[in-house]
Structures are given as C-alpha cells and as structure tokens.
C-alpha cells in the first residue's frame, strides 16, 4: 500500500470514528447526522488547509517546532497581511478557531457553547467566500450550531470534546498536492450514507462515477480556458466535479442550481474538496424550473442528471407564460388524471439546457431511453428541434441497472452546437457486470468498457451492432429516432456452392423435414389417444 492508499484508508478510518461518535450519542442515522459529520469533517479539512498555506507563504512558520505558538506572536496588522497573501480559497481563520487552541479549552464549563460560537465565528468571518445563496438571495452560512443537534442538553459538552479529540491528532497537511481522485474517493466516502437515491424524487440522483466520467470525456476532448460550466439539477455535484476535473479547476468556472439545501451544502463541501472555491458564490439553492437563477447567462458546458417523473403539478400553469415561450418552445407536460408523481419534468429540463447553450455550447444529459424513441408529444418536438438545429452529436444507451435504485434504462444525450456533420448512436445496453449493491442489482462498467464507449463516440467509429454514425438526414428517415439499433444493417452471410452440392443440401434438407412431418404425425396420434383414455376414464 502506497502512501496515498494508506492516508486514504486513514482518512476514511477518522469518517467512521466522527460517526461512532454520533451513534454513541443517539445520531446514529438520524436525519442530522449528515450535517454533523461533514462539517465537522469540512472544519478540520480547512484548519489544515489554513496551516498548509500559511507555512507555504511563511517559510519561517513552516520551519518552527510549534508554528500555532509562533504565529501566536505576530502582530494583528501584520498577521492580517499574512490572511491577505493566503488567496481566495483558504478560509481566514485566527488563533482562536484553531482546533489546537479548543483542545485546550475542553475542560471548561459550558464547552459545547464555545465549539459552535468557534464554528459561526468562521461561518461569519468567511461569510462573502463561503455562502451558499437561495434563489431569493438569502444566504446560507458555512456552519450551523452542531451541538444542538443533541436534544440531551448535558450531554452537548461531551459530545464536542469527544469530536475535537478526534480531530486534533489527525492532519491533511502533507496531502494537499494530490489532486481530484484522491479527493473524489474521500467525498463520496463521507456522504454514502447521506445521498441515497429517493426513488426519483428531484434532486436526489445520485450519478455513478463512469456515468460522470463518460460525460466529462466526450464533452472535453482538447484544451479549453475561461469557459463556463452549468448543471441545473447538480445534486452533490459529481458530474460536474468531473467535468471542472476534465477541463483543469482553474480554467473553469462553476454555475449550478438544486432545489435541495442538502445537496447544495454537499456541493458547496465538494467544490472546497476540489480547489473550486471561487465558484461558491454561483451554487443557488432553488427551483430551477420555476425560478431559474441565471436568467440570461449562456453556458459553454453543461451537465445533468435530472430527476425523471415528478409531480409538479401545482406550479405546471405558472410556466405557461409568454416569458416562456422560447424556454419551453416543445411544450409542457399536461397534469394527468391519476399518477400525477409520473410527470415527465426531464422534458423541461432538456428546453431548459438547450435554451441556456451559448454559442459553441456542448452539453450531456442523462435521461430515460424511452426519450430517444418516442413516436409523439414533447419528445419527439425535442428531438426534431435538435435534428433541424443541428445541435446533435450524438446518444449512448446504457446497460439496464447502471443505476443501482432506479430500474429505468437510461441513455446519455450529447448536444454541440458546433456539430454540423454526423452523429454518433450507440447501444451500449450490453456491456458490463451484474452485482448486488444492498437489496438492489447494479451494473457496473469496467474501465476497459469506460473507455471503449469514450474511443468509439469521440474516434466515431462504426463497430458492428454496438455503433453507427448516421447524418441529420438519416435521422429524419427514421422518423427522428435516436435508437442505434433502427440503423444498423442486416447482415446476410453469402456463401458460394456448385449446383451438385446445392442439390445434395436440397435433398438432405427434404429428407429431413419428411422425418420430421412423420415424426409429428405420431405424436399427434399419442396425443389423441391419451386424450381419449383420460375421457372415458
């Protein structure tokens, strides 16, 4: 086990000790636990990110024996001038935010009072960096009162000085240089157990890794700079994690809306996680629908993974404005009878994306299969919009299961607004492993499949009932399908034989259908005469 590996399975050890704590406290898969854990998590994570810094601008703290106890010597101004030469993605803390300087103070009275002012302090302190916005523009601070998620009031003290032992013997320091894979394996870590799939509701998708990686690699395939990179369902943020990651963290800039402060708070964490800091301010907790937050941005880069069937019925004839004519120009989904949970908003989503694409914007959404072939409705108004527009490049059909909590096939729609020639169809429905995740079938896709589907869309290669490339033309021959299946060819083996071997194969062939037909005949036979035994019997 290399170095890195084992600071993993360091890191993954103090996520396991942060919950044991909760469990031991009565959080144990309690609805706060989550909050609990990663901003405790995301406490420590910054407190070294702080000290890593601040030894990197001062070579002289980086060299003492106790840097906190130097550092406790500088003057104000002076130290202030240090916070200034930290950058933008290091939160600004003082001595007394320190982990260290609450170990000291766990002995006193009332020190669960001090744990969280320590934490609001930095909330505010870092308030303009850090928040997280609604759509009506509150803002939502880093850091909420952790020890009042104990109903227990006598026990709050306990519980804080259980956590801060916990951390103060841990460090991030010598990891910093490590880059997104380290730091996606811990995220996903630390929220498995906070981000499950809620059988479709919005906002609740939780994006496999090859799934975002697929997306990130055919969206990005030469170097770029200063673009821009939207998801407007972002969930945690894995997609575009992925897709910043692909691009480089620092010739990107983030923009993304989620209806859950869950996910927004797990998204803002990621973005720290991953040295996107500067795209905090552009996280917008809210309707994306209903009330988009970016109104007249235009996106180079855009991923999604929208929910697929949600009631949104009681907000449904709101949109059905002129302001919105353009935005929703196929239509809206009308509010059925029965079953109004069923209703398809992936289809407002797809407009929305398409509405919001700049110029040489290129997109991947993540939608149900039966999309790409449906014979009428919004769908098909979609999908004859991005033929006339040439705004295709291209669609791969996933194996069922990818997602292990949703039986619905998916496929992944690829737009590019630049594509004017062919597209790429593929069925990718028969690759991968079957495995059980919990109650729950998954497939998974090796890393050889991974970069096959990535080679053979973006090589556009035609592989043999796996891929075909075909022209805007062809797709209005087939009445605007995007399935790959209704393109590839019937392949007829031709083999060449004399006329005596056609009639000899002719012969044989005659014989045995004779046996066969006098065969049958005596089954026949058997058959109505156990019939007329079990009758008079």
């Known amino acids: 086990m290399n170095q890195t590996q084992n600071f993993e399975q360091q890191t993954k050890e103090l996520i396991d000790s942060l919950k044991g704590i909760c469990a031991s406290y009565g959080l144990g898969n309690d609805g706060n636990e989550f909050k609990i854990i990663t901003q405790v998590f995301l406490y420590k994570f910054m407190n070294d990110k702080f000290a890593y810094q601040l030894k990197q601008v001062d070579a002289k703290l980086g060299k003492a024996e106790n840097w906190e106890e130097e550092l406790s010597k500088v003057a104000d101004d002076d130290y202030e001038m240090k916070l200034y030469q930290l950058g933008p993605d290091t939160a600004k803390l003082w001595p007394r935010h320190f982990i260290s300087h609450l ?3 766990q002995n006193e009275s009332d020190f669960a009072k001090l744990f969280d002012d320590t934490l609001r302090d930095i909330a505010i302190q870092n308030n303009d960096i850090f928040s997280v916005q609604t759509g009506g523009g509150t803002k939502i601070t880093l850091f909420d009162r952790v020890s009042e998620y104990i109903t227990d009031r006598s026990q709050r003290d ?10 103060v013997e841990f460090s991030f320091e010598h990891i910093f240089t490590e880059k997104y894979d380290f730091f996606a394996t811990i995220f996903e870590y630390l929220i498995k157990d906070y ?6 509701k919005y906002a609740e998708y939780y994006t496999p890794h090859a799934v975002a990686k697929i997306m990130a690699a055919i969206l990005v395939t030469k170097k770029v700079k200063d673009v821009t990179c939207y998801d407007p369902s ?21 923009y993304s809306q989620d209806i859950s402060q869950k996910s927004s708070s797990l998204l803002r964490l990621n973005l720290i996680l991953n040295n996107l800091v500067h795209s905090i301010q552009n996280i917008i907790q809210g309707n994306t629908i209903k009330e988009p937050a970016f109104v007249g941005e235009k996106f180079d880069y855009i991923v999604s993974n929208p929910p697929f069937k949600l009631d949104f019925s009681d907000y449904r004839d709101d949109l059905d404005t002129k302001e919105n004519e353009s935005r929703f120009f196929a239509g809206l989904p009308n509010v059925p009878k029965k079953a109004k949970d069923k ?12 509405h919001v694409m700049s110029t040489k914007g290129k997109a991947a959404i993540v939608l149900p299969t039966g999309f790409i072939t449906a014979q009428s409705g919004i769908d098909k108004k979609i999908r004859q919009e991005l033929v006339e527009k040439k705004w295709l490049a291209g669609v791969v059909s996933m194996p069922s299961n990818i997602f292990a909590t949703t039986g619905t096939n998916v496929s992944i729609l690829f737009l590019d607004k630049k594509n004017k020639g062919k597209v790429v169809l593929m069925d990718a429905s028969g690759l991968g492993v079957k495995i059980k995740e919990g109650k729950n079938q998954k497939t998974v896709l090796t890393e050889i499949e991974e970069q096959q589907i990535i080679d053979v869309f973006n090589d556009k290669k035609v592989v043999d009932e796996f891929s075909e490339i075909v022209s805007y033309d062809d797709i209005k021959e087939q009445n605007y399908s995007l399935s790959a299946g209704q393109y590839f060819e019937v392949k007829i083996d031709h083999v060449d034989i004399s006329e005596k071997e056609f009639k000899l ?19 026949s036979k058997n058959i109505l005469k156990t019939l007329e035994n079990s009758f008079y019997d």
Do not use: P, V, W
């Not at 972002?234 to 983030?254: R, V």
């Open 103 to 105: 170990f000291e103070k």
């Open 158 to 167: 306990n519980f804080c000085r259980a956590l801060i032992n916990q951390l």
């Open 195 to 200: 981000n499950k799939d809620g059988g479709g």
């Open 234 to 254: 972002a969930g945690s943020g894995t997609l575009l994690m992925n897709l910043a990651h692909a691009i480089g963290e620092d010739k990107c800039t983030i």
């Open 343 to 354: 209703m398809s908003i992936y289809s407002l989503f797809i407009q929305h994306i398409m």
């Open 505 to 523: 194969k002719k012969k044989k062939s005659q014989e045995k259908l004779k046996d066969l037909f006098s065969k049958s005949q005596g089954l």
